[in-house]
């Protein structure tokens, strides 16, 4: 999803600076002109000071895209502390730790920039055996809210995208699932749901990408951009029928009742 999205504010003639963990391994967004690829790992402080300073150095800026993130997927009870900790650390915290010296940026500059980060549908309407996943989506959805209203005297402005299914690698390079045999059975709804796509439909990345552009340019005061068929779904649904009457049917498709 964020290479999609690199390649498309590219043709867009946007200059794109592209973060990821192991640059060296990149085929693609190397080869196009006005990308520049630098590291990043959100979870490693100092590496996030020497790349948030070299991107200054190229600039200027005005959009963020935070889109760093894994699943952890399986019971909560079965959770260490050390896999929550590092979800958290991730999805979370690391987010926070990227956008913080831009906030800085912006202001100090006068930029009226832009922060668009990933959430998901998750974060709007919560998942069983993704609970901490979905609580630091959640979560994302509070602080981008909340430092809208902080920033709005400075022009800065926070949006996020809720995607839903994405055809992506996500499920086998950034899923950790913790089993636990007496969640077999919730598990198996969840996976037929899945491959029926009675619970999820997966979209083209570049679907989602076209959202998240969406968002950059749109020069709207809409803070949040369902993504995908079944997020923008499940966030009607949730709003047509309140919290309680939503979650009703929620437990009664994930117990298969007819």
Avoid at 144 to 149: L, N
Wanted: aromatic share 10%; proline share 4%; hydrophobic share 40%.
């Amino acid at each position: 999803m964020g290479k999609a999205t690199a390649k498309l504010f590219h043709a867009n003639g946007w200059k794109v600076i592209a973060t990821m963990r192991s640059p060296e391994n990149e085929t693609e967004l190397n080869q196009l002109d006005n990308v520049t690829i630098l590291p990043l790992d959100v979870s490693n402080d100092g590496q996030v000071h020497d790349t948030v300073s070299r991107a200054i150095a190229i600039g200027p800026i005005d959009v963020i895209f935070n889109n760093a993130g894994y699943g952890l997927a399986g019971p909560f009870e079965s959770y260490s502390d050390e896999q929550i900790t590092r979800q958290i650390e991730t999805n979370l915290t690391g987010v926070f730790r990227v956008a913080r010296p831009f906030v800085a940026y912006f202001r100090e500059n006068g930029i009226k920039g832009i922060f668009i980060t990933t959430t998901s549908a998750v974060g709007v309407v919560p998942s069983p055996l993704s609970a901490v996943y979905s609580a630091t989506k959640f979560a994302l959805e509070g602080w981008s809210e909340g430092m809208g209203y902080e920033t709005a005297s400075f022009g800065i402005r926070f949006k996020t995208v809720a995607p839903g299914g994405i055809k992506t690698a996500f499920g086998t390079t950034s899923l950790d699932f913790i089993e636990h045999e007496a969640y077999l059975p919730l598990w198996t709804t969840m996976m037929e749901g899945f491959n029926s796509g009675k619970l999820i439909h997966f979209s083209e990345p570049e679907a989602i990408a076209a959202v998240v552009y969406e968002a950059a340019t749109d020069d709207k005061a809409q803070l949040r951009y369902a993504a995908g068929p079944d997020a923008i779904n499940l966030n009607n649904r949730r709003q047509e029928l309140g919290l309680e009457r939503h979650s009703k049917q929620v437990n009664k498709l994930y117990s298969n009742e007819k």
